[in-house]
């Protein structure tokens, strides 16, 4: 099971960029995923949820409207394109698997290894 | 916005007990998670379900609750298990994720 990142890099504030979240290992289609950053130094915090299918997704207040998750189940890929991007996005970005046991309750496992997205003038 | 409480640091000596609480309103109604992040390392979950350890986990690594607050114990605490520690839960109010801040342990 691997979930490896991609993407990120240096972007100018109010840029673009898309990060990819390439998974092998499992059967893709068949589990939720997540994004989740991590601006140096500090903590992590979720930013958005995707279902199986893709018809289910939540975002954070944070980057509703700026942000937008994707899944290529054919390719077995996770997506976030980010828009408008400013000085404060400036972090790690993850993603990372939602898992569920028998009593549905989830949790996120595996995590990638995290791909740098670095906003500055 | 749905909050999670978590001491910043704490400190704890070799093969001593440490114990590091979470605290939030909703933590009675959903299940928390916890995850370990070493440093330059990306987070890997400790515990489920409150408390559910996963495989591969070391049996020193228990989770519990006790009304609005969850706890990760670790017992018999090694020098690799100095890392960042966060607790997480749903928020079905908002349908978020929330992390708590995350504990830093130090084992000295």
């Known amino acids: 099971v691997q979930l490896v990142e991609s993407g990120g890099g240096l972007v100018q504030p109010g840029g673009s960029l898309r990060l990819s979240c390439a998974a092998s290992g499992f059967t893709f289609s068949s589990f939720e995923f997540n994004w989740v950053r991590q601006a140096p130094g500090k903590g992590l915090q979720w930013l958005s949820y995707?279902?199986?299918?893709?018809?289910?997704?939540h975002y954070a207040d944070s980057v509703k409207g700026r942000f937008s998750i994707s899944r290529d189940n054919a390719k077995n890929s996770l997506f976030l394109e980010m828009n408008s991007l400013r000085d404060e996005d400036t972090a790690v970005y993850y993603c990372?698997?939602?898992?569920?046991?028998?009593?549905?309750?989830?949790?996120?496992?595996?995590w990638g290894q995290g791909t740098l997205v670095t906003v500055s003038s | 916005s749905y909050e999670l409480t978590q001491p910043p640091s704490m400190s704890v000596s070799p093969g001593q007990t440490a114990s590091i609480t979470c605290s939030g309103d909703k933590l009675g109604d959903q299940f928390a998670c916890w995850y370990q992040q070493r440093p330059g390392q990306s987070p890997v979950m400790v515990i489920y379900q409150d408390t559910k350890r996963p495989s591969g986990i070391p049996e020193r690594f228990s989770g519990s609750t006790s009304g609005n607050t969850a706890t990760l114990t670790i017992g018999g605490t090694q020098a690799m298990d100095e890392a960042d520690y966060y607790c997480?839960?749903?928020?079905?109010?908002?349908?978020?994720?929330?992390f708590g801040g995350g504990t830093k342990l130090t084992v000295l």
């Open positions: 995707i279902s199986g299918p893709g018809t289910t997704i």
């Open positions: 990372a698997r939602q898992g569920r046991d028998d009593y549905n309750s989830a949790y996120f496992d595996p």
């Open positions: 997480q839960a749903w928020d079905s109010s908002t349908a978020n994720w929330v």
